[in-house]
């Protein structure tokens, strides 16, 4: 307790640092997504892969993970993951993706060889990479910050690579040529988790009034147009749709779906979809 300037008391609270547990290491876009939607006063633990990601995330940790790339389209493994994890979606947010070629403070753009990236990002950035850099190999690495890391401990002014510019706050490293992306309209979408919902730092996260789901509807004339019914009888806005096989089962899918609707409104088209004999996996109102 303490007192404050007008004589009351009050309890000053002290506030455990949020873990955020992100795929990929510091300096990564997932890093600037972190700081993006909950700000800089956070722990970060950096992980490698999604799958390692999902494996640590506990009632201690909040994960930060990409969902969906505006070119790439939905991230599969970690649609996968949430499904089998428990895990539930309680934010969002968007992210600006602008690539940049990243070298040695001595590089010379011209003396390129090696060129280290994200198979993502050297994908996103082919078309700039065949026109100046037809001869330099470009190497798949597990994240665009590790590949500068890499370069820098490397000290060969002929190896660079693709990344944010977050990274020159991290390494001794300078930008060669920016926003190297061959379409500058690059949104990724991260999606915050969490199995424990007394973590989630602000409520008004939790209240965009979105939710998502994965539908798997029976294989008979008409399913899914029933189901997409069943948001109409609702009135809930779908905000995406996608379908996807589902491995192991000849020509059956399983869709992704985004809608308008806060938690309640989630939970009642769910009920509505399940006793129309649909299969689903609520993942989160956010």
Not at 236 to 253: C, V
Request: glycine share 6%; with cysteine.
């Amino acid at each position: 307790m303490t007192k404050s300037d007008n004589g009351t008391k009050y309890v000053r609270i002290f506030l455990v640092m949020l873990k955020i547990l992100i795929q990929g290491e510091l300096g990564s876009f997932h890093h600037q997504a972190a700081e993006q939607l909950f700000g800089r006063d956070i722990e970060i633990i950096p992980c490698s892969t999604f799958s390692q990601l999902f494996a640590r995330l506990d009632d201690k940790t909040i994960g930060l993970s990409a969902i969906e790339n505006s070119l790439h389209g939905s991230i599969n493994e970690v649609y996968d993951l949430l499904e089998k994890s428990g895990a539930q979606i309680f934010a969002e947010t968007e992210l600006s993706i602008h690539q940049n070629l990243i070298g040695l403070p001595n590089s010379d753009a011209k003396e390129i060889r090696e060129i280290y990236s994200h198979p993502v990002a050297l994908d996103q950035c082919k078309d700039y990479l065949e026109k100046n850099f037809p001869r330099a190999d470009k190497i798949e690495f597990e994240d665009t910050a590790a590949a500068v890391r890499h370069i820098a401990a490397e000290k060969d002014p002929t190896k660079a690579a693709i990344a944010g510019v977050q990274t020159l706050n991290l390494f001794d490293v300078k930008v060669l040529a920016e926003n190297i992306e061959d379409n500058p309209v690059n949104f990724t979408r991260f999606v915050a988790l969490t199995k424990n919902k007394s973590l989630i730092p602000h409520p008004d996260l939790t209240q965009t009034g979105k939710s998502s789901l994965i539908l798997t509807t029976g294989h008979q004339p008409g399913a899914l147009y029933e189901a997409l019914g069943i948001f109409v009888a609702h009135q809930l806005n779908l905000t995406k749709l996608q379908s996807r096989p589902i491995i192991g089962e000849k020509w059956r899918y399983k869709f992704y779906i985004d809608f308008l609707g806060n938690d309640k409104e989630a939970k009642n088209v769910v009920k509505d979809l399940q006793e129309a004999g649909n299969e689903v996996h609520l993942l989160g109102s956010f």
